[in-house]
C-alpha cells in the first residue's frame, strides 16, 4: 500500500492585522509654487508626504499596501502657492501634540511649512467631503487698475450664467461657471489682483482661478496675464455657510 503524500507546508505569510486608529491628527500647512524643480502633483506628490510621515517614528495607520493612510483636503493647481492647506493621518496609538508636531516638522516636504495641528474626532465625515470652496489672490501682469478690475467683477457678479469651455479628456465641454464663483474682487495691491473665493462642488466641479481670470479678461475686453497664485485657504462646508 502507497502511503498518501505528506502535506506540503503552508510557507504563505499572512498580512499582519490592521491595527483599529487611536487617533486622527489634522494638519494645517503652506506650500511654495514650486522649490528649485516644479513640486509634482497627484500620485507623485501624496508619495511626498507618505515618505515624510514614514520617516516621522510615529505609529501611523498603514494600510495593506504598506502606504500610511492619509487624506489631503483638496488638489492644488499646478504652479500654485497655499498658506492654509489640509491634511489627515492616523496613528494607532496615542500621542500628544507636541510628539506629533516633533514627529513630523522635520521631516516636511521641501517647500513646506506646518502651521497648525490639531486632533479630530475619528468618526467625523471624510476631509474631502467636507472642502466645498477656496480662496485664492491672483497677482497679474499689466497695466490695468483695481477700480477696473472691481468693474468688471460686479458685472460678472450680476450675471445669471457665466457660459465657459473647458477641455477635459481631450474633448471640449461647456459649463456654467457662474455657480463655482462664490466672491471676486480687484484689490489695492500695489500691483494688479483679484481676490476670489470659488466653490468645490462634487456634481458642478471646481470654480478654477485662472478659468476666473479668462471671464476677467473677456469682461474688460483685453487679455490679463497671471504672474502668481496663492490660495489662501479651503473653506469647510460649516464655513462656507456663515
Known amino acids: 500500500m502507497i502511503p498518501p503524500p505528506e502535506p506540503v507546508p503552508d510557507t504563505t505569510v499572512s498580512p499582519p492585522l490592521a491595527l483599529d486608529p487611536k487617533q486622527r491628527w489634522r494638519v494645517t500647512f503652506g506650500r511654495a509654487a514650486s522649490i528649485g524643480d516644479e513640486i509634482p502633483s497627484g500620485r507623485d506628490y501624496i508619495g511626498r508626504w507618505e515618505e515624510a510621515l514614514l520617516g516621522s517614528g510615529l505609529p501611523l495607520l498603514v494600510l495593506a499596501s504598506g502606504r500610511p493612510r492619509i487624506a489631503l483636503g483638496a488638489p492644488l493647481p499646478t504652479g500654485c502657492a497655499a498658506e492654509a492647506e489640509l491634511l489627515e493621518f492616523w496613528l494607532t496609538e496615542l500621542r500628544p501634540a507636541w510628539a506629533v508636531r516633533e514627529g513630523i516638522e522635520p521631516g516636511l516636504p521641501p517647500g513646506h511649512r506646518l502651521a497648525v495641528l490639531e486632533s479630530i474626532w ?92 479668462a471671464a476677467l479678461a473677456d469682461a474688460l475686453g483685453r487679455p490679463l496675464q497671471i504672474s502668481s497664485t496663492t490660495r489662501r485657504r479651503l473653506l469647510l462646508a460649516d464655513e462656507l455657510r456663515e
Do not use: C, F, N, W
Open 122 to 213: 475619528l468618526g467625523a465625515p471624510a476631509l474631502s467631503g467636507q472642502i466645498a470652496a477656496a480662496d485664492y489672490e491672483v497677482r497679474l501682469d499689466g497695466d490695468v487698475g483695481a477700480a477696473e478690475l472691481q468693474a468688471a467683477a460686479d458685472r460678472i457678479l450680476a450675471t445669471r450664467a457665466l457660459p465657459r469651455d473647458r477641455l477635459k479628456g481631450g474633448v471640449v465641454k461647456t459649463y456654467d461657471l457662474r455657480p463655482l464663483i462664490v466672491g471676486l474682487e480687484g484689490l489695492e495691491a500695489g500691483v494688479p489682483a483679484v481676490r476670489m473665493r470659488t466653490r468645490i462642488h462634487p456634481e458642478l466641479g471646481t470654480g478654477r482661478p485662472d478659468e476666473v481670470v
